[in-house]
């Protein structure tokens, strides 16, 4: 059987052979054969010189998601060597945890581990498995058995394709068992020396933001080193399930206020709390959970002239295309402005932006406009983004979707 073929229009070839992994359809001279959606198929110059192999998605503006810049078969070998590839590169980081049955770690990255559209999350025992993209959701049954049979201590592999991005690729949003035993209702990973419960079953994303776990532990750092007898206030804003605060109570000594406009988060947030009660330290934490629109939250508390040591400001995706960047950018300034307004002078402020759309630079300028209102100084003291288990490909900037910044606040 032939081979179908992706013909690249003249001079639109660049960034294929600069490693770039989609091909869009403006730059498509022709195709030659009959792919059906999901089929690989062969990229080609318009001379003829091969380019790479991908799969190919005609209901999608993203023609085609490189797997190959070689001349190599793609078949079930090449899967189960990439897929090998990626979860040895997590080997003896942070989130691998010598413990696997306490572990949570990224083990696939998508784009940035050379495989588009594919992310594998492992809580303990279980992996969890997004296929967002055609070409994978076709690959996802042989993919769960070849990750089942490399990493054999998995009981099961749920899927968590319910994600607004497949509808781009004419996919309906699916979860469900994909290999083995159904994952318990919450399942306990290890963090730092703490420990939190995920529910991979209607959590964000796969369950929980494995990508910021360097940056709580980091407020645990600020926490441990704060040396100051009254108590340290936290403030965790979009808290989600109260992980920057678990960490910054190990140290005793610490009043954690968490709110999100979940209610079910919070009380997961209360779970991860009292579950990390040390008893040596217990009577010197308190922590309390506020439901509420963190807009209207942070005008009351500025109204309120309430101040905080730590405020971490981890805001879900505000713009989801370069459409929304401009109220996107309104949003993030109004919460920075209030938030800077909330820190104690000499105290810290973590700001987060997770969408892929505002890049690091106009991140950075937003958060300028925002101090500026807030009447308020600060200090850059470190840029912050996810850990090591979320590599970016350097040929893919597109995979920098989170970014952030520790300011002291003077």
Partial sequence: MLEATIIIKPRREKPIENRHPWVFSGAIREVDGYPQPGDIVAVRRHDGLLLGRGYYNPHSQIRVRMLTWEDEVIDE?????????AISRREGLPG?????EQMGCRLVNAENDYLPGLVVDRYGHWLVLQALTLGIDKQKALLAD???DLLPDTKGIYERSDVDVRRKEGLEEVTGVLWGEP??????????????????????KTGYYLDQAVNRALVGYLAM?????????LLNLFSYTG??????????????????????????????????????????VTHEHIQADVFEFLRDQVEAGELYDIVVL???????NKHQIDSASRGYKDINMNALKLVEPGGHLLTFSCSGAISADLFQKIVFGALVDSGRQ?????????????????????????KGLLLRVL
């Fill in 77 to 85: 070998a090449w899967w189960r060597d990439m897929l090998a590839q």
């Fill in 96 to 100: 691998w945890n010598d413990d696997s």
């Fill in 146 to 148: 070849l990750l089942a």
């Fill in 183 to 204: 994952p318990p209702e919450t399942i306990t990973i290890k963090e730092g020396f703490q420990v939190i419960e995920v529910d991979v079953y209607t959590g964000h």
């Fill in 225 to 233: 080193m704060r040396d100051q007898p009254n108590a340290l206030r």
């Fill in 243 to 284: 992980g920057f605060g678990v960490q910054a109570m190990e140290v005793g000594n610490v009043q954690v206020v968490n709110v999100d406009a979940s209610m079910d988060a919070l009380q997961l947030a209360e779970q991860n709390m009292l579950t990390n009660m040390n008893h040596a330290v217990q009577s010197s």
């Fill in 314 to 320: 981890d805001p879900p995706k505000f713009a989801h």
């Fill in 378 to 402: 600060a200090q850059i003291l470190q840029h912050l983004g996810p850990g090591n288990d979320h590599p970016v490909a350097l040929t893919f900037p597109e995979g920098a979707y989170l």
